[in-house]
C-alpha cells in the first residue's frame, strides 16, 4: 500500500483529482473508472467539474445503490451523481445498479457482469468508520461479488445526515463485492477527518480480516491511500 498525507480535505480532494487526471489523459482510449457516492469523493468531484478534461473516452461504474429508490429519488445515488459530476462532465457512458428493481438480487448478478466485462482500471473509494468499503459490511466475505447487503445501524446513522431522519434511510443496499472491488488495477481511497482515524490505521496497520473489509486492500498490488492529517493520526 501507498499512502500521501496532507494537511487539510481542500488538498486531499486536489492532490486525488490529481491522480484521477494524470490517469485519464494517461490512457487515451477506453478507460472504465469506479466511482463512490458520500462525502469523501466530493471535493474530487468539485475539482474534476471545474477542469476542461476531456472525459468522453471514459466509463464509469458506481460502487453501489439503495435498494428501493428509483434513479430519480433526491436521495438516491443516481440523483447524487448527477449532482455532483454527470451533469458538469461528460462521460462516455455512465452505470450505477438500479435500486428500485423487483429483483435486487438478479440485479446485482446483471451489475456484477456488466463490471467484469467492462474491467475497472481506476476504482476510487471512501471508507466507513466502521471499515467498510462500498457497502461491505464488517463480516462480509473477501470473495464477495455484487450482492444485496443489510446496512449496519452505524451505517445508517452515518448517512442520515442525506435524509429527513433515520428512518427514511434504507436497509439495504445492492453493493459491488470486495472481491468485484479487488479486480480493479487500481485503487484509489481518500478519507478525512478524524471519524476516519480508527478506520484507517486498522485497514493500513491491522490484520487482514473481515471485521475490518477495508484490510483486504493489503493484498492489492497497485493501491493509493489519500489522507488528511486528522485522517492519519492514529497511524504509528
Ligand atoms: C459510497 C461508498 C461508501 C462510502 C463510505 C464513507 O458509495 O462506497 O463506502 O465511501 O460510507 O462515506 P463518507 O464519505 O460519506 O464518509
Known amino acids: 500500500m501507498k499512502w500521501m498525507i496532507v494537511e487539510k480535505a481542500e488538498a486531499l480532494a486536489q492532490v486525488t483529482y490529481q491522480l484521477l487526471k494524470n490517469e485519464i489523459q494517461r ?5 472504465t473508472i469506479g466511482l463512490a457516492t458520500g462525502s469523501s469523493p466530493v471535493g474530487v ?7 476542461t478534461l476531456d472525459c468522453s473516452h471514459v466509463t464509469t461504474v458506481n460502487l ?17 451523481m448527477k449532482e455532483h459530476l454527470f451533469n458538469a462532465v461528460a462521460f462516455k457512458k455512465s452505470y450505477l445498479p438500479f435500486g428500485d428493481t423487483e429483483d ?9 457482469h456488466l463490471v467484469r466485462k467492462l474491467g475497472v482500471d481506476l476504482q476510487l473509494l471512501g471508507i466507513g468508520s466502521n471499515g467498510h468499503i462500498a457497502f461491505n459490511e464488517p463480516g462480509t466475505s473477501f470473495d464477495a ?6 446496512l449496519t445501524e452505524s451505517t445508517r446513522e452515518a448517512n442520515q445526515r442525506f435524509f429527513d431522519k433515520l428512518e427514511d434511510v434504507p436497509s439495504h443496499a445492492i453493493t459491488m463485492g470486495l ?3 479487488m479486480e480493479a488495477k ?3 481511497l481518500v478519507a478525512s477527518s478524524a471519524r476516519k482515524a480508527e478506520a484507517v490505521r486498522d485497514m493500513m496497520e491491522g490484520p487482514a480480516t473481515t471485521d475490518c473489509p477495508a484490510t483486504i486492500l493489503q493484498r492489492h498490488a497497485d493501491v493509493m491511500i ?4 486528522e485522517a492519519a493520526a492514529l497511524l504509528s
Request: glycine share 6%.
Open 27 to 31: 490512457q487515451e482510449e477506453g478507460l
Open 45 to 51: 468531484y468539485e475539482e474534476w467539474c471545474q477542469d
Open 64 to 80: 453501489d445503490e439503495y435498494v428501493g429508490l428509483s434513479p430519480t429519488h433526491p436521495q438516491s445515488y443516481h440523483t447524487f
Open 104 to 112: 435486487a438480487h438478479a440485479e446485482s448478478e446483471r451489475y456484477e
Open 145 to 150: 461479488t455484487t450482492h444485496v447487503t443489510k
Open 179 to 181: 472481491g468485484t472491488i
Open 186 to 188: 487500481k485503487i484509489l
Open 226 to 229: 489519500v489522507l488528511d492529517e
